[in-house]
C-alpha cells in the first residue's frame, strides 16, 4: 500500500528545515546503509546524533503526531528518528530494500515495517530525484511539492533516480506498525476511510457507521502485535 499524504508540514516548517540544514554538517549517506544497499547508495546525509538532526526531528514527530492520515495508513508502533538526505546532480540511489530491523538511539531495536520520506524540494527545484517504488500493483513513481509525504512498505523495492539538475532534500524514517502485515494495514486503511466517509454522510449515531467501527476495532484488536 502507497499513500501519498500532503501538507504534513506546513510552508513555515519546511522552511526551518531548510534553513537549518543549510547550515549543517553533511557526510556521505551510506554511513546508514546496510552493506548491499550501501553499494547502490550515492547521497549525503547530517549525522542522526547531530543537534540538527535531533532538533529536526522532533519538529517532525510533532508534524506526524497532528496527522491522522499517517496514523490511519502506518498505524506506528514506534518510530526511529527522522533522518535527513541530500541528492546533489548525479547522485542516487539504486534499487534495495530497507533493512528490517533498525536501532533505536536507547539501543532496542525496531522492525521496519513502514517506509515514509517527506519532501522537502519543490518539483520545480530539481530533475530527476524521483523515488520509484515497486510492489504487487506496478510500479510507481513519487514526486512530491514541499512538505508533502509518501507512506510505502519497507518490504518494497524501491530506488530514488539520478538528479540532473538542482537538488533534492527530503526527510526519511521507518516506523515499526502496531500490524506488521502489509495487506492487513492496507484492509485496516480503506476500512478507516469508508468509517470516516459514513460518519460525514451518515453521522455518529448512525448503525451503519457502529458497526463499521467495531468491525475496524475487532479487526485490530485480532491483527495487532504490541
Not at 199 to 205: A, F, I, T, V, Y
Request: include cysteine; hydrophobic fraction near 40%; charged fraction near 20%.
Amino acid at each position: 500500500m502507497l499513500v501519498q499524504v500532503p501538507d504534513v508540514l506546513t510552508p513555515e516548517e519546511v522552511r526551518r528545515c531548510r534553513q537549518t540544514l543549510e547550515q549543517s554538517q553533511w557526510v556521505d549517506g551510506r554511513v546508514t546503509a546496510g552493506d548491499q544497499a550501501a553499494r547502490a547508495k550515492n547521497n549525503l546525509q547530517i549525522p542522526v546524533d547531530s543537534p540538527e538532526a535531533l532538533q529536526l526531528g522532533d519538529l517532525v514527530l510533532r508534524a506526524l503526531a497532528r496527522n491522522a492520515s499517517y496514523t490511519a495508513a502506518a498505524l506506528p508502533l514506534r518510530v526511529l528518528p527522522p533522518m535527513f538526505n541530500r541528492y546533489d546532480v548525479g547522485m542516487t540511489f539504486g534499487a534495495h530494500v530497507d533493512n528490517s530491523i533498525r536501532m533505536l538511539p536507547d539501543g532496542s531495536r525496531l522492525r521496519a515495517d513502514v517506509s515514509t520520506t517527506i519532501f522537502l524540494s519543490d518539483p520545480g527545484d530539481y530533475d530527476g530525484g524521483e523515488l520509484v517504488v515497486e510492489d504487487t500493483f506496478g510500479t510507481h513513481s513519487v514526486k512530491l511539492p514541499a512538505g508533502h509525504m509518501v507512506v510505502y512498505p519497507a518490504s518494497s523495492l524501491h530506488r530514488v533516480m539520478p538528479v540532473t539538475r538542482g537538488s533534492r532534500w527530503a526527510s526519511f524514517f521507518w516506523a515499526q506498525s502496531m500490524v506488521r502485515d502489509d495487506t492487513e494495514r492496507a484492509m485496516l486503511y480503506d476500512l478507516d476511510l469508508a468509517v470516516m466517509g459514513a460518519r460525514q454522510q451518515l453521522g455518529d449515531d448512525s448503525q451503519v457507521v457502529l458497526g463499521l467501527v467495531n468491525h475496524y476495532h475487532n479487526l485490530l484488536r485480532r491483527w495487532a502485535d504490541l
